[in-house]
């Protein structure tokens, strides 16, 4: 988990209380939740049988949501058993038992009572096959109760005793907040929920699907080469797999950024019709949030950018429609969204990112706007200098290293936080970036962008072999998902299958592993200095140093990096950050001396010792507007000045 979490950003969450609902919502909640054990079935009868990756078929695609009454709930839920018992023959029985006990649910005008005793035998039929859940019992966290025909549900997470009706009633946040720390709780007691909590979560996904929010806090990135762990495992799944299987192991979400983006191409395999990686289904984000908690930060895939004719005509309706669709992700509490940058040249990408900068609604100390550039994908280059040197005519980008290297420039220059480099093409699966690349090119991608304080993340391909490579990059982030790596997928058709998160383990013991030899080590010091360059509290003889770990590690000189990693202990040994990200900056300048590279900046000593002052009091007072002008006017050379005494 990032250290650089919620220590600066926690609420006092309530402990125990009760919500009061009606047949409705408890009818709604035990059918979604049938219609989504159809498809958790289906995931474990497949994994039963353990197809190898030849062997696995599945003719049907992905299915858009739609919106279900009861009794539309009920024939979808029916058109599935049907298909599950084409594929399994032993679930005829359970077929016509759960169909029965679904008739009896759409009976109308039901003593509440019986309704209830019909909802716990669906839940233990379901259990049967599924075994999702343990038996009610006294000390588990959560009760539901019936009076004068209405449903309440009390949940405690302080004694774990639920058996009396907690006194506070909750709004709907505040039970929210309280079933995502249940599921918390759930996941470090490796312990599987009770048939009442497993309704109360249900409870809160209707909720969710009707617009409220909790409370949760925002997981940052956090700094390059503060963080506990450099490279995060970005683990990428349209969301049930999420949902089935990432989030069930606190071990799986250690060092990892839990990923929603829809991935199946199907037989469309021409990228310029249709996007490789699309938008997710939005209460898919929202259900993986709420399950993820504060124990990793969660991002979503947005996408390219669809102008109805060219830029500037196209722009008011685009920016305003992908800004809407960031806000509301970002507003789920999620740390990243990443937009595709195509279909524009190099001077419109700009533009395209400032909008999109100061059109999103979110925190952006702490919510990321990412970038993502194909390097399969050329881009005109029509800004004003390239105009200049090239006998004012635009250029062409082909190579896939410029391509990376423009990127770098035109996140900055758009003021977007995280650049990523894709390698999709019209195949599928997709050949791996790192081989699209030579290993002193990705090394120098993540370089030069690091040192411009910009977070980098590679994606497309990757298989298991590919890791080491780049993780001696000390990119910040790997893309992990798809048929390579952590789902099945029919060969034939490109349709998906179930998510294999039994290999996230398999991915972070690689990673420990690797990080741990020497241009491991080397890659995440690296990284660090060059965060502190950008930073500015690198010395001159720390830079020059830096410089020479670079060309050490670029050209695979392991023995000449053993030394100068020594000669670097002191700033190998330097703490990870544990506030907000721009307090851990600034406290690292503030205890830098006067002969670091922010120093310079300053007509005189006594004045880089009032500026430093002036964070100190900012940070001392958590103002992060403040924290942030004062740290980024050092980066413009626009130093902002001003006794603290004065303020």
Known sequence: MVKTNVDYKKSHLLKSGYIKFNE??????????????????????????APTDDEFTK????????????????????????????????????????????NKLLERKQDSRILLDNVYQILSLLNLHLEACTENNPNHSSKLYVKDDNFYLGITLETGNANNLPPQELSNSQYLNIISQLITDLRK??????????????????????????????????????????????????????????????????GVIVHIEHLERGRYQDRELVEPYRIPNFNIIGKVKLNVGNDAPSSSYVGRPLFESDFKPSAVKTVHTLSAACSAIFMDGLTECKLAIENMTASEAIQFLKYMAGNVRRDPHTQ?????????????????????????????????FEIGMIGIEIVQEGGFEKVTWDGTANTY????????????????????????????????????????????TGTDGIG?????????MDKKTGYHGPFKEENISKIIE?????TNDTKGKAAILLSRLDR??????????????????????????????????????????????????????????????????????????????????????AVDKHDYDLLSELLFSIQNKKVLTKEPANV
């Open 429 to 472: 699966p997709s050949k791996c970036v790192i081989e699209q690349l030579s290993f002193a090119e990705a090394l120098t991608l993540v370089h030069r962008a690091h040192e411009k304080g910009l977070i980098t993340y590679f994606s497309a391909g990757f298989r298991f072999n590919h890791l080491p490579q780049v993780i001696y």
């Open 24 to 49: 409705g919502l408890l009818k709604r909640a035990i059918f979604s939740d049938l219609l989504d054990a159809m498809e958790e079935l289906r995931i474990k009868k497949t994994k039963e049988i």
């Open 59 to 102: 003719n049907t695609p992905y299915v858009i949501s739609e919106y279900y009454k009861l009794e539309d709930f009920y024939e979808q839920i029916r058109n599935e058993l049907l298909l599950l018992v084409q594929e399994f023959t032993d679930l005829e029985v359970f077929q016509t038992l759960l169909l029965h006990e679904m």
């Open 532 to 617: 502190m360059y950008f930073e500015k509290c690198i010395t001159p003889e720390d830079n020059e140093k830096r410089e020479l770990l670079f060309l050490q590690l670029r050209d695979n000189q392991t023995d000449e990096l053993v030394t100068t990693i020594q000669d670097l202990a002191h700033i190998e040994s330097l703490p990870i950050d544990i506030t907000h990200p721009l307090a851990s900056w600034a406290q690292r300048l503030v205890l830098a001396n006067s002969t670091c590279m922010a120093a310079q900046n300053f007509d005189s000593e006594n004045q880089w010792k009032d500026f430093v002052d002036y964070l100190q009091y």
């Open 368 to 400: 990321t706007l990412a970038a993502a550039f194909n390097i399969n994908t050329p881009i005109l280059d029509d800004r004003e200098k390239t105009m200049n040197e090239n006998d004012g005519k635009p250029k062409l980008i082909t190579d896939r």
């Open 189 to 254: 007691a490796s312990r599987l929920p009770s048939y009442e909590e497993r309704l109360a979560i249900r409870l809160a996904y209707v909720l969710l699907e009707k617009g409220h929010r909790p409370d949760g806090a925002i997981i940052p990135w956090g700094n390059t080469g503060f963080r506990d762990v450099q490279t995060y495992a970005s683990i990428t799944d349209p969301g049930i797999g999420h949902l089935y299987g990432t989030v069930k192991s606190n071990q799986d979400l250690q």
């Open 510 to 514: 690689i990673r420990e592993k690797v």
């Open 480 to 488: 992990l998902g798809g048929a390579q790596i952590l789902r099945y």
